[in-house]
């Protein structure tokens, strides 16, 4: 019986710890849990300097805000031959749904780097490569190493070095506000979901005094 008593107490002390990671059993990983989070209380973005493909530098917060459209915003490197092609390719059809619903000027998006090697001319290229219109779609790098650290922690983006210079990394979109705040993570097959979350909040910014 004491054997029998020890495995309840065992049982109870797993399901115990798995209720707490998984926020009451509501979610089933620790990746689903946080976007549940910040879908419940967005995070304000650290300062960071981007670099932009004109070879301007500025504060991304400062971008936003002075832009004034809400983003959806995505991260990748120039030289990714696989998932930041499909990634491109998935940004270029929002780029289109944009264009078709004259939501222009409300809605933008933007591809952020996260290779220290990419530079302007880098950027400009892949750009032309993607077939984006700039007014739209913005190309930009993070060159500080601790900006770019905390700014990949913020958006749940792993970035691991792989051979032959490259990276094995995640890909999501991600809806940011133009006071700099990041509200939603949606998965990469669902570029749908990430407009109708941003045209949602285009709505609320439009009405806010």
């Known amino acids: 019986m004491r054997w029998v008593l020890s495995l309840v107490l065992a049982l109870a002390a797993g399901i115990g710890v798995l209720y707490s990671l998984t926020d009451g059993f509501t979610v089933l990983t620790a990746e689903a849990a946080r976007r549940q989070a910040i879908a419940a209380q967005p995070r304000e973005l650290p300062a960071v300097q981007v670099l932009d493909d004109t070879g301007s530098l500025e504060s991304f917060k400062r971008n936003l805000q002075d832009d004034g459209r809400v983003a959806i915003v995505n991260f990748f490197y120039t030289?990714?031959?696989?998932?930041?092609?499909?990634?491109?390719?998935?940004?270029?059809?929002?780029?289109?749904?944009?264009?078709?619903?004259?939501?222009?000027?409300?809605?933008?998006?933007?591809?952020?780097?996260?290779?220290?090697?990419?530079?302007?001319?880098?950027?400009?290229?892949?750009?032309?490569?993607?077939?984006?219109?700039?007014?739209?779609?913005?190309?930009?790098?993070?060159?500080?190493?601790?900006?770019?650290?905390?700014?990949?922690?913020?958006?749940?983006?792993?970035?691991?070095?792989?051979?032959?210079?490259?990276?094995?990394?995640?890909?999501?979109?991600?809806?940011?506000?133009?006071?700099?705040?990041?509200v939603r993570i949606v998965d990469l097959d669902d570029p749908g979901v990430a407009l109708k979350v941003a045209k949602s909040l285009m709505t609320a910014v439009k009405e806010t005094p």
């Not at 990419?118 to 190493?145: E, H, P």
């Open 79 to 182: 030289r990714c031959i696989a998932l930041c092609l499909a990634q491109g390719s998935l940004t270029e059809r929002l780029q289109q749904a944009i264009e078709a619903e004259g939501l222009q000027h409300q809605l933008r998006l933007i591809s952020l780097s996260f290779d220290p090697r990419d530079q302007a001319d880098d950027l400009s290229r892949y750009a032309v490569r993607m077939g984006a219109d700039r007014k739209i779609w913005q190309f930009m790098t993070l060159k500080d190493a601790e900006q770019r650290s905390a700014l990949l922690d913020l958006f749940g983006i792993m970035v691991v070095p792989a051979p032959l210079g490259e990276f094995e990394h995640n890909a999501a979109f991600h809806v940011v506000t133009p006071d700099g705040r990041l």
